[in-house]
């Protein structure tokens, strides 16, 4: 009986608020800023350019409709009654939601910030709400939050600043995205974004990287003061980040060689691949990978032998450590030592006996790498012989 007199007073309830009038907004072409905004998740393609060339021809003319529908909300009774509805019996469930529409907050909020990330800078006056919008409890739609706060550009920064320290992994990380499509507007974030080179998350860290090498030169100084006197994850994110941020190779040479020396093999390792990624080829730099062709650590002369061959031709004053790397006790460094070799080409004729002999080793990989480096260190001196 209890059960039917509270499913008779949800009907009557839906019954009433189903018909309650709703606001509606200022129109476009005859529709509301929500309905161009709902186009957008429409599955047609043509439907949603014609929405997204609406949004560029409205812009900040837009944005406080956006705005009230960003900050929509299911009315209580909706998400209760669909709640409650759930946990009934299928016979009841079904008569019970068939005059209450579905909840539609969540698409609401996606369809308004896609709107809002179309509209870009022009929609500045947005980036509160949606700032609000990317740390609530149930961020449902936080990648398109975050997205429509980089598209917004600098005025959102504090709002994607903040959101850093969230307690939320998947807020971070999203703010991290959102930093990194503002680029060198993101400076003033530099140093929060180098604490998240730390967070227990790795997609947090990695997205914090990408975020510092988008920045560019700006964020270069705090790279560099991070590899000098910072250890662990902030000194390898830090190396990882200068790896694509644009800087020139001589100003971040010597904190990376000094990495080198770092008692953590992985650090170590990431410093190699830095190196070669910012093609850092005086002799110093060159001579300091060479030395790594001796580490103790397997994974650290691998990387040492493909960093020298990022180099080409460049790397030839390591030819006497590579090969001597070719008798290393590791295929893979045999391998990859090799195959540098034969990237260095002819200036790395020294090595054609070891080659020669390597080309006889047990291992069919070492042996393809030495037959065809070879090939590549001959090639030169016999088009000099056939001149």
Do not use: C
Request: aromatic share 4%.
């Amino acid at each position: 009986m209890l059960i039917w007199l509270a499913v008779t007073g949800l009907f009557l309830l839906v019954g009433v608020l189903g018909f309650w009038p709703r606001r509606e907004g200022p129109r476009y072409q005859g529709k509301t800023i929500s309905a161009w905004a709902a186009q957008l998740l429409a599955p047609g393609p043509e439907l949603r350019e014609q929405a997204t060339v609406v949004f560029k021809r409205l812009g900040a003319n837009a944005v406080p409709d956006l705005i009230r529908m960003l900050e929509s909300r299911d009315p209580l009774w909706r998400r209760q009654l669909w709640t409650s509805a759930l946990r009934l019996p299928p016979r009841f469930r079904q008569g019970l939601l068939r005059h209450s529409p579905v909840p539609q907050e969540q698409a609401a909020h996606q369809a308004a910030a896609m709107a809002l990330a179309i509209i870009g800078p022009e929609a500045k006056a947005a980036a509160p709400a949606l700032g609000r919008a990317l740390v609530s409890k149930h961020p449902v739609n936080l990648w398109y939050f975050a997205d429509a706060l980089g598209a917004i550009g600098k005025d959102s920064l504090p709002a994607l600043t903040n959101a850093l320290a969230n307690n939320n992994p998947d807020v971070r990380s999203a703010a991290a995205f959102g930093l990194e499509k503002l680029g060198p507007d993101a400076e003033p974030a530099v140093l929060p974004l180098i604490q998240r080179l730390k967070d227990s998350k790795a997609e947090v860290r990695s997205r914090a990287v990408r975020a510092l090498s988008s920045i560019g030169p700006p964020a270069v100084p705090a790279l560099v003061q991070a590899i000098e006197h910072e250890r662990g994850l902030v000194r390898q994110g830090a190396a990882e980040a200068l790896m694509s941020s644009g800087v020139s190779w001589r100003l971040v040479e010597p904190p990376l060689i000094g990495m080198l020396r770092d008692d953590d093999p992985i650090s170590r390792r990431q410093a190699i691949t830095a190196l070669a990624a910012v093609r850092a080829h005086d002799e110093p730099a060159i001579l300091a990978i060479a030395v790594a062709l001796k580490d103790p650590v397997p994974e650290v002369r691998v990387a040492a032998a493909a960093g020298l061959g990022e180099l080409s031709w460049k790397a030839q004053p390591a030819v006497p450590a590579l090969i001597e790397a070719l008798k290393d006790e590791s295929a893979e460094v045999r391998s990859t030592a090799a195959k540098t070799l034969g990237m260095i080409g002819p200036p790395a004729k020294a090595a054609e006996p070891a080659l020669t002999d390597l080309s006889r080793d047990p291992d069919l990989a070492v042996r393809s790498a030495a037959n065809e480096a070879l090939l590549k260190v001959q090639r030169g001196q016999a088009k000099g012989r056939s001149q």
